[in-house]
């Protein structure tokens, strides 16, 4: 089992950067695969971004390829989510999640540990 907790959120302008957090702790990480998701009021959960247990393979949706990056730190349990040019279309809650011994997940019925989320919210 792997515990996740996130940290990194604010409130920001159009145009900002943020960069999340999300330490794990527990079963040797980096035998997750990790994901960021994210969750708007009133809409489903949704997929932003996920990296393989080495760090070498990366997948976007595709509302946020080219502005934001996720990185892993197997050394230090923690996944990364950088994110530039913010739109007030990112305003979501954002959460991380682990997948066991899978080389990426895009699915959320994937993953089998979440975080507790972080908000986010972009203003105009």
């Known amino acids: 089992q792997v515990q996740l907790v996130e940290s990194g959120g604010g409130l920001v302008q159009a145009g900002d950067s943020l960069r999340l957090s999300c330490a794990a702790s527990?079963?040797?990480?980096?035998?997750?695969?990790m994901g960021w998701f994210r969750q708007a009021p009133g809409k489903e959960r949704e997929f932003a971004a996920a990296?393989?247990?080495?760090?070498?393979?990366?997948y976007y949706a595709d509302s946020v390829k080219g502005r934001f990056t996720i990185s892993r730190d197997n050394a230090k349990n923690t996944v990364y989510l950088q994110m530039n040019s913010l739109k007030p279309e990112d305003t979501a809650v954002y959460y991380c999640?682990?997948?066991?011994?899978?080389?990426?997940?895009?699915?959320?019925?994937?993953?089998?540990?979440w975080g507790q989320g972080t908000q986010v919210t972009v203003s105009s």
């Open positions: 527990g079963r040797t990480f980096s035998n997750y695969a």
């Open positions: 990296v393989s247990w080495s760090g070498g393979s990366t």
């Open positions: 999640a682990a997948v066991w011994r899978t080389y990426l997940a895009t699915a959320r019925s994937l993953y089998d540990y």
